[in-house]
């Protein structure tokens, strides 16, 4: 009955498209450092008629990477980018069919065997762009490039290389009479970006990759102050108006990742008695329903902290920790510890994990039986 409730507050209160994002640079908030690197990227790609340098965006899960993609494709003018996940490039033959979806088209040469003809623009004999007007330069990204293997990596070096469009020779796993065989592939000029939550990972196994991506950037959390923003913003387009303590309070209780603050801009349209408006009782509704306390922290985060102060502070291995939650080890570590660990709620060491005092601050003072027991930092 929730979900339904809550779409028939969306009707209700005539809320516009509740996915929207930031179309363009200007729109899109945080990150000012890549975001001016990008526009003046973007405007010399367009003057030179050439593709984006390759990128590397790294950081924590919600903070705009994916969004940041899509606006870049809009403001080149190109088409949405391709996606792949680095999990599913796991031979040579997936490498070579995703090279060929860039703009490739199956053929055959004067001889009737099957090749993979140039795009639009392309000559034929030279391999080289001749007509820079109709080439469309896709964006080829790949998320969770961590997860690629390495010899798969090694194999992008030369179509990372500048001017590789043309002819390139690519292994494929395509057999006849049992044998494996190359492709002649067409790659045209793109762009290629990796997306990783992971970037040391990435790093040691693919530095001399990452090394012809010219632009790296990582992804900061963002400030309440960025976070206040992004709220008010999304609330503006979906047709809404919020209260300066509502939009605090969600801000404030984000964790510095936007994808949070716009998804509780989302739900607590259901807990709205105003037909176009969030109010702060609103706001304090939806987190005290959701059980999340006035530092931002879910109920499996309160209970971590408060296994730790039980446990005379520490340390407690991780396993130990994921019996007491109930989970398995890698939501503690992916899903629960990373809020605690930025705000320095605890430590890690060699022995498990060590509350800190603005750990013990957070849990103390009464009301330890509800889930609200924790008190707010300043």
């Excluded at 002649?184 to 991506?213: D, Q």
């Excluded at 037909?275 to 971590?304: C, H, P, V, W």
Aim: aromatic share 8%.
């Amino acid at each position: 009955m929730g979900g339904l409730y809550v779409f028939t507050e969306i009707v209700r209160m005539g809320i516009r498209n509740t996915n929207w994002k930031p179309r363009n640079l200007s729109e899109y908030i945080g990150q000012d450092l890549l975001v001016r690197e990008l526009a003046v990227e973007i405007q010399a790609s367009i003057k030179e008629r050439r593709a984006l340098n390759h990128m590397v965006f790294h950081g924590g899960p919600g903070v705009g990477k994916t969004t940041l993609i899509d606006i870049i494709a809009k403001s080149r003018g190109l088409g949405p980018p391709v996606r792949v996940p680095g999990k599913s490039l796991k031979d040579h033959d997936r490498l070579t069919e995703l090279m060929c979806s860039l703009g490739g088209k199956p053929g055959k040469d004067k001889n009737g065997h099957n090749i993979i003809l140039p795009p639009d623009g392309y000559d034929l004999k030279t391999g080289l762009l001749v007509d820079p007007s109709v080439a469309t330069f896709p964006i080829l990204v790949i998320d969770e490039a961590e997860c690629v293997d390495t010899s798969i990596l090694e194999l992008l070096h030369q179509v990372l290389e500048p001017e590789s469009s043309g002819l390139r020779w690519m292994l494929g796993q395509k057999t006849e009479s049992g044998r494996k065989k190359q492709w002649n592939v067409w790659v045209v000029e793109f762009t290629m970006i990796f997306l990783t939550n992971y970037f040391g990972k990435l790093m040691r196994k693919a530095s001399a990759t990452l090394s012809r991506m010219p632009i790296q950037h990582g992804f900061e959390y963002y400030s309440i102050d960025e976070l206040h923003d992004v709220v008010t913003q999304f609330a503006e387009h979906i047709g809404l108006t919020i209260d300066e303590d509502a939009a605090e309070m969600i801000a404030s209780r984000s964790h510095g990742e936007p994808r949070w603050a716009v998804n509780y801009v989302r739900m607590v349209v259901g807990y709205s008695t105003s037909e176009r408006n969030i109010s702060l009782f609103a706001a304090s509704k939806m987190f005290e329903t959701k059980g999340i306390d006035s530092n931002g922290f879910n109920r499996d985060q309160i209970t971590y902290l408060k296994s730790l102060v039980d446990a005379g502070g520490g340390p407690l291995g991780i396993d130990a920790l994921s019996v007491i939650l109930n989970t398995q080890r890698d939501t503690v570590e992916i899903t629960i510890e990373p809020a605690l660990l930025r705000r320095g709620m605890v430590m890690r060491s060699q022995d498990g994990r060590v509350i800190t005092s603005e750990g013990r601050v957070a849990v103390s003072g009464d009301g330890a039986a509800s889930p609200f027991y924790s008190r707010a930092l300043g």
